[in-house]
Structures are given as C-alpha cells and as structure tokens.
C-alpha cells in the first residue's frame, strides 16, 4: 500500500460478461482514482494489443482470446474459446510435462498488413497460429500458416517477445521442444531468420522488442532486448548479462554467403551502473522506446527495468539510453570473434569494406549495393563470425528502489522535451507513478490495483490512461495531466511537470514547466511543513525497544540517504530507514537528509527529508520495577526446567518398576519336555536385564549380551 498519504476517490467498477455458449457475468473488481476495472474470468491473462482503427482491445489467455471496448473494458464480441484437444493433452503429458502446461496458452497477438490480428498459442507444446478477423471476431486457421514453431514458446513459461513493422511480424522466441535452440525471425513476409553454424545467442532470455523509424534514404530497424550468457568472459560459471540487438527491416540475407539469414544481426552489452555505490544492475526484465520529441526518432530513448543477479535481494532500478548512444557504438564499435573468443584488433585493415552490418542506405546505394543481397562474401563472412560488438553502452540509474521489483515500465512524453512520466507495475499489483525531470526521479502516487496480489504483466497507453494487465484482470487508470494528483502533497511532487496546487480551487492545476527555486510548492499545502523543513516528531519509547524511523524521499535518487543521531547509539539502516535499539545512549534527535540527484532541485545540498525526537517513557506512571527483581524471571524458568526434569524421571522410574514387577510375575508356560511352550517365538515386548528396560527383536531367555 501506499505510504504517500493518497486520499481515497469514488471507485467505478464494470463487470465483465464473457460468453461461452451461454452468458457468464464476473465480479467486478474496485479501481482507484476515477479508474474502471474487471475480472476476466480467465486465468493466465498475459497478452494485450491495442487496435487504434477500431479502439478495441485483444486480450489473450489460456484457450481464450477476448475483445473489449478499450475506453471502459466493457465486452465487444462474445469470447473466443481455441482450446488444445484431448489427444493432444494427452501426448503433451505422455512426453512427460506437466498436465498445467498442456492446454494451449495465447503467447503473441499482433496486427498484419491486411488488418486480420495474427495470433499464436503454445497449443499442448505444439505451437500453432491462425488469423482473427476483427469484424466478425471468429478465428480461421490456414494451412499454410499454421505451425508456430520459433513465434511461440512451447513452453508458455518460457520469455519471448513480437513486433511488427508495416504489418510485417518479427519475433525472438525458443524455436524447439526442449527449449535450448533459439531464434530471431521476420516470421511474415520474406522470412529470414538467423544463422545456426554459428551460436549468435547464448541461452536468451527475451525482454522486449521495438520498431525505430528512421530518417528518409535510411533503413528502419527493429531492437531487440535480451539477457543471456556471456561467452566473451573466461570464468568458471555462467555470467548473465544485458544485450541490445539490431536487425534492418530492408535485411533480405545474402546471395552465397547468410541465404535468407539475417546479414545486419549486431549486437552489444548494455551496462547499468551505479558508479558512486558500484552496484551493478545485470538482470534486465523489461524496456519500452519513447520519443521525447514527437515526429523525431533521433529522440528515442529506451527506458529499461533491471534488477540484481542475487536471488533473494528486491531491488529495482531503472537505465534510460539513447538511441545515439546505441548507434554509436553499432556503427563504431569494435567486434569480437566469436569463434576464437578473443577481441579483434578492430583496425581498419581487418574490417572489410562496406562495415559488417550496416544497412542499406542512400550512401551505400550510391556504391552500388541496392540489397544486402548485393553485400559482398567477404563482408558477409566477417558479420557471421562477429555478430557481438567490444563497445558497451553505459548508463547510470536513474532511480533505485529496494523492497520493491517492477515488472513493466511505459512512459509518457512531457511537453515534447527530455521530461517523462513513468508508469511501473510491480509484483504486487500496484501501479506507480514517477516524473522524470532532467536526472530527478520522484515519486508522484502508488495505486493499488486489484484486491488479490499478482503481478502486473501488461501496461498500455491509451489517450491519457493505462490500461494495466494481470494474469486475472485488467485496470484502466487516468494518468495525465495535473489533475490526477488529489491531494496538495501529491501536487507538489508533481511541480516538475508544470502543476501547482490552486488554493481557491483545492484542485491541481497546470502552471509553468518548472517553478523558481525560491518557491516551495509544499508551502501552499498549510501543514506547516515546507520540502526541507519537516516537523520533528517526538516518539516515547522503552529501553529495550527496538524502533523503524521511516525516511520516505520522494525523489527516487539511486544515492543513499544519510542519517544524523547521537552517539554511543546502537542502528542499523536498512534501506533509507533506520533501525534504532533504545538505550539511555540512544534518546536525542534523529535527522535523515537525501540528495536529489540531477539537475532539477531546489539546490544542491542534501534536503532534510524527516527527524524524530526520541524520549524515554516515563516509568513511574507503571510503577518502578526494582533491579534485583528483574532477575527474578530467570531463576523462575531454571526452577521450572529443573522441576520438569524432576518429575519427568521419578514418572520414568515408576514406569520401569511397575513393568519389571509384571515380568517377574509372570509363570511361563511349560510342555512335557520341560521347554516353554512359546520357546521358539520371537519376543517383542520390553524384557528387564538388571533393572534396564531394552527394546528387542531377541527371544526371550537368550543370551543377554545379543541384547545389551
């Protein structure tokens, strides 16, 4: 839940009938901030395209694909159910996988050329595709498209992502039962795939993927973002790192050399470093392309989701990089040979002419080379043998959360400058929202979603909401503009974006872009506090008791905060709090300061961000507890212990006695040759040696030492 003070607005709930024959009506859910939202009624939601020409939204799951009305989420057409065949179920399970994984999961909706919606599913782990047409919503199934092999997982756990360009499909998927072979493939169109002589992935992990237009006389170019094993380290264990690759939508393969495979297939590491800490962040879960000016796509950045590599450590960091960063170094970079593992000397001697992986262009077209089909085999060669790249591209976090993991990222542009919106779903349901002024990141709302706990697998903007996508339901949530900022405090936060709290009003407004530093946009709100002068809260405590003094900044800065307290104390920080054991040492003033990072502050110093007053409890108002008697309670359990044991033996003692006693009356049975007549018998009773009680599988009246 949110611990930003957000006042509680009138919920809008719709339900959501799905139709399977007969009409189904689900539970609605309640949403937040004038939002609209509903359980689906299916399980394993995890697909969402938005079709702008007719403002409906797909939605697939497990054996269903829904189309809704996007401004309410209410139904559209009656739902359309693509299950997977009791045979196949049962081959899926009889090659041993689990009976949860053989139904038929929809992993990929995308709109083609000819406006039909092209949708696949893992189908029992044998991946299959079809078309939807979306006036009548039914589901055709052609011949000649309908293996999925290499644009659906057949495994539905398994991470893969699509894109298309002009119509035309691209994808990054596992492409074979065991899921250990992978590819990158135009899977519509002229196909063109990668090639295998060579391993250009190593164990993958896709992300996302993205279409960047380019400039007129240039080739568009579709990103794709992965994580995989880095083969260019020598280490004993396996090193997971981030790469970005890049393939032209003009690549139609090579004559001789690289038939119908990728000729442009580049690729690089991306680093996500936090120098002053040096905390790298290597595990990347999600990244999503926004044009800071609109109309520009020299203005692309790539706002990208990691977390650490160490399980068990909740972190979340978010790395912003340009697409002049990126092409820098795809264009410049060095490349590594990755059949001798070694990095290439880069010279100008050893990378032939025209560069390895450039795509075609209005100064490559004045060479003669039209298509890369007109690309040379030596030029062909040398980009199959060195697909990765020696340069990195480097960016520092812009904001740093821990408790937390986000598992999407979107962004909205501000006013057509280098400002953004953030919108971050967690693995809790939540939604958050966070401005990106120059380096300054701060925390504007946290808005709980649904009322069970699952996480966010889909974020899409749509005219001023998001629709936020579940495994079971589905949000949509104004986010733009001042006023979805409800409160004073919340408004403030949000001054970076040109919104000031009207007093007259008591509504957020929109103002300047960015505010003078001399005004503090805290001060309008009457509470007396300002952004750096916080009231001291005073706290009476215990000796002995152990205190959390909570320092919520709003700006997501990825530097640590700084605590000032007295000495002799005994603390622990965790994260920006601070853990306090009281002892008379401990009492006194308590002051956290954190730094906004960035170039949008109101100064440059470390901003006083809480402060406590820590007072002891005044003991005569219980009663004063005399010293020696605080003693007492450990010689009381010492007596209770040692009477225990007391009791315990003298029951154990009567116990053994009274069975001895049984024996010894006991007169056994005698036959006419004078032998007991259960002699021969296996005894499996206590038996009594000298006052020893002894479990034993031994006949009685044997030897006492096989006993003993």
């Given at each position: 839940?949110?611990?930003?003070?957000?006042?509680?607005?009138?919920?809008?709930?719709?339900?959501?009938?799905?139709?399977?024959?007969?009409?189904?009506?689900?539970?609605?859910?309640?949403?937040?901030?004038?939002?609209?939202?509903?359980?689906?009624?299916?399980?394993?939601?995890?697909?969402?395209?938005?079709?702008?020409s007719?403002?409906?939204?797909?939605?697939?799951?497990?054996?269903?694909?829904?189309?809704?009305?996007?401004?309410?989420?209410?139904?559209?057409?009656?739902?359309?159910?693509?299950?997977?065949?009791?045979?196949?179920?049962?081959?899926?399970?009889?090659?041993?996988?689990?009976?949860?994984?053989?139904?038929?999961?929809?992993?990929?909706?995308?709109?083609?050329?000819?406006?039909?919606?092209?949708?696949?599913?893992s189908?029992?782990?044998?991946?299959?595709?079809?078309?939807?047409?979306?006036?009548?919503?039914?589901?055709?199934?052609?011949?000649?498209?309908?293996?999925?092999k290499?644009?659906?997982?057949?495994?539905?756990?398994?991470?893969?992502?699509?894109?298309?360009?002009?119509?035309?499909?691209?994808?990054?998927?596992?492409?074979?039962?065991?899921?250990?072979?992978?590819?990158?493939?135009?899977a519509?169109?002229?196909?063109?795939?990668?090639?295998?002589s060579?391993?250009?992935?190593?164990?993958?992990?896709?992300?996302?993927?993205?279409?960047?237009?380019?400039?007129?006389?240039?080739?568009?170019?579709?990103?794709?973002?992965f994580?995989?094993?880095?083969?260019?380290?020598?280490?004993?264990?396996?090193?997971?790192?981030?790469?970005?690759a890049?393939?032209?939508?003009?690549?139609?393969?090579?004559?001789?050399?690289?038939?119908?495979?990728?000729?442009?297939?580049?690729?690089?590491?991306?680093?996500?470093r936090?120098?002053?800490?040096?905390?790298?962040?290597?595990?990347?879960?999600?990244?999503?392309?926004?044009?800071?000016r609109?109309?520009?796509?020299?203005?692309?950045?790539?706002?990208?989701?990691?977390?650490?590599?160490?399980?068990?450590?909740?972190?979340?960091?978010?790395?912003?990089?340009?697409?002049?960063?990126?092409?820098?170094?795809?264009?410049?970079?060095?490349?590594?040979?990755?059949?001798?593992?070694?990095?290439?000397?880069?010279?100008?001697?050893s990378v032939?002419?025209?560069?390895?992986?450039?795509c075609?262009?209005?100064?490559?077209?004045?060479q003669?080379?039209?298509?890369?089909?007109?690309?040379?085999?030596?030029?062909?060669?040398?980009?199959?043998?060195?697909?990765?790249?020696?340069?990195?591209?480097?960016?520092?976090?812009?904001?740093?959360?821990?408790?937390?993991t986000?598992?999407?990222?979107?962004?909205t542009?501000?006013?057509?400058?280098?400002?953004?919106?953030?919108?971050?779903?967690?693995?809790?349901?939540?939604?958050h929202?966070?401005?990106?002024?120059?380096?300054?990141?701060?925390?504007?709302?946290?808005?709980?979603?649904?009322?069970?706990?699952?996480?966010?697998?889909?974020?899409?903007?749509?005219?001023?909401?998001?629709?936020?996508?579940?495994?079971?339901?589905?949000?949509?949530v104004?986010?733009?503009?001042?006023?979805?900022?409800?409160?004073?405090?919340?408004?403030?936060?949000?001054?970076?974006?040109?919104?000031?709290?009207?007093?007259?009003?008591?509504?957020?407004?929109?103002?300047?872009?960015?505010?003078?530093?001399?005004?503090?946009?805290?001060?309008?709100?009457?509470?007396?506090?300002?952004?750096?002068?916080?009231?001291?809260?005073?706290?009476?405590?215990?000796?002995?008791?152990?205190?959390?003094?909570?320092?919520?900044?709003?700006?997501?800065?990825?530097?640590?905060?700084?605590?000032?307290?007295?000495?002799?104390?005994?603390?622990?920080?965790?994260?920006?709090?601070?853990?306090?054991?009281?002892?008379?040492?401990?009492?006194?003033l308590?002051?956290?300061?954190c730094?906004?990072?960035?170039?949008?502050?109101?100064?440059?110093?470390?901003?006083?961000?809480?402060?406590?007053?820590?007072?002891?409890e005044?003991?005569?108002?219980?009663?004063?507890v005399?010293?020696?008697?605080?003693?007492?309670?450990?010689?009381?359990?010492?007596?209770?212990?040692?009477?225990?044991?007391?009791?315990?033996?003298?029951g154990?003692?009567?116990?053994?006695?009274r069975?001895?006693?049984?024996?010894?009356?006991?007169?056994p049975?005698?036959?006419?040759?004078?032998?007991?007549?259960?002699?021969?018998?296996q005894?499996?009773?206590?038996?009594?040696?000298?006052?020893?009680?002894?479990?034993?599988?031994?006949?009685?009246?044997?030897?006492?030492?096989?006993?003993?």
């Amino acid at each position: 839940m949110s611990l930003l003070n957000m006042p509680t607005t009138c919920f809008m709930a719709v339900i959501l009938c799905l139709t399977t024959g007969s009409t189904r009506c689900q539970t609605a859910i309640p949403n937040v901030h004038g939002g609209v939202g509903a359980v689906l009624g299916v399980s394993n939601a995890s697909v969402l395209l938005q079709d702008p020409s007719s403002e409906t939204l797909y939605l697939g799951a497990r054996g269903s694909i829904l189309a809704l009305h996007t401004s309410n989420l209410t139904w559209k057409h009656p739902s359309i159910k693509w299950e997977a065949t009791e045979k196949e179920r049962k081959s899926c399970m009889g090659k041993g996988k689990r009976e949860d994984d053989c139904y038929n999961y929809i992993c990929l909706l995308e709109v083609l050329k000819d406006g039909r919606i092209y949708v696949c599913g893992s189908y029992a782990y044998d991946p299959q595709c079809g078309f939807i047409d979306p006036v009548t919503f039914t589901l055709v199934k052609e011949e000649g498209d309908k293996v999925g092999k290499g644009k659906c997982p057949y495994d539905p756990r398994q991470p893969h992502t699509a894109v298309t360009a002009d119509g035309v499909l691209y994808t990054a998927s596992p492409s074979n039962f065991w899921g250990t072979e992978f590819d990158i493939t135009r899977a519509t169109g002229q196909q063109v795939r990668m090639d295998r002589s060579i391993n250009w992935l190593s164990d993958p992990e896709f992300v996302s993927s993205a279409l960047v237009r380019e400039s007129p006389g240039d080739d568009d170019k579709i990103y794709f973002f992965f994580t995989e094993n880095a083969i260019e380290y020598d280490l004993y264990t396996k090193v997971r790192v981030t790469r970005v690759a890049r393939v032209c939508k003009g690549d139609v393969g090579g004559s001789k050399t690289l038939q119908k495979r990728w000729t442009s297939f580049l690729k690089a590491q991306l680093v996500c470093r936090d120098q002053d800490r040096g905390q790298y962040y290597t595990v990347l879960t999600h990244a999503y392309p926004l044009e800071h000016r609109l109309g520009d796509p020299s203005s692309t950045h790539f706002y990208t989701l990691f977390t650490s590599q160490w399980k068990g450590e909740r972190v979340s960091a978010v790395c912003v990089y340009s697409l002049a960063d990126i092409t820098k170094v795809f264009a410049t970079g060095g490349f590594r040979d990755m059949k001798r593992n070694c990095v290439n000397s880069g010279s100008s001697e050893s990378v032939p002419d025209p560069r390895p992986g450039q795509c075609i262009n209005d100064d490559l077209r004045a060479q003669g080379y039209n298509s890369s089909f007109d690309m040379p085999d030596r030029v062909l060669q040398f980009a199959k043998e060195h697909p990765l790249l020696t340069s990195t591209v480097d960016a520092a976090p812009l904001l740093v959360r821990r408790g937390t993991t986000y598992t999407r990222i979107t962004a909205t542009n501000i006013s057509n400058s280098d400002s953004a919106l953030l919108h971050l779903g967690t693995d809790q349901g939540e939604l958050h929202s966070v401005s990106i002024v120059g380096r300054t990141a701060t925390l504007l709302q946290e808005i709980p979603l649904t009322t069970s706990v699952e996480p966010v697998n889909n974020i899409l903007i749509h005219q001023g909401h998001v629709v936020v996508g579940s495994p079971s339901s589905l949000s949509r949530v104004p986010v733009e503009g001042c006023r979805v900022y409800s409160s004073c405090q919340v408004c403030a936060r949000a001054a970076g974006l040109g919104c000031v709290w009207d007093v007259n009003k008591r509504a957020c407004v929109a103002d300047s872009p960015v505010q003078r530093e001399s005004e503090d946009p805290l001060k309008v709100c009457g509470t007396g506090e300002g952004r750096c002068s916080p009231v001291v809260k005073e706290l009476r405590v215990k000796k002995g008791l152990v205190v959390l003094l909570p320092c919520d900044h709003p700006h997501l800065s990825p530097l640590p905060c700084v605590w000032e307290h007295p000495q002799g104390r005994h603390t622990q920080q965790h994260h920006s709090h601070l853990e306090v054991t009281v002892s008379g040492s401990s009492l006194g003033l308590y002051s956290c300061r954190c730094s906004a990072q960035g170039d949008y502050s109101w100064g440059s110093e470390p901003c006083l961000t809480a402060s406590y007053q820590l007072i002891m409890e005044d003991l005569s108002v219980e009663g004063r507890v005399d010293p020696g008697l605080r003693r007492s309670p450990v010689w009381v359990y010492i007596s209770c212990v040692l009477l225990g044991v007391l009791v315990g033996a003298l029951g154990a003692t009567v116990f053994l006695k009274r069975l001895c006693w049984r024996a010894a009356q006991h007169t056994p049975l005698v036959d006419g040759n004078g032998r007991g007549a259960n002699q021969g018998q296996q005894g499996r009773g206590p038996t009594c040696y000298e006052n020893k009680l002894v479990m034993s599988d031994t006949p009685v009246g044997q030897s006492g030492e096989s006993v003993l």
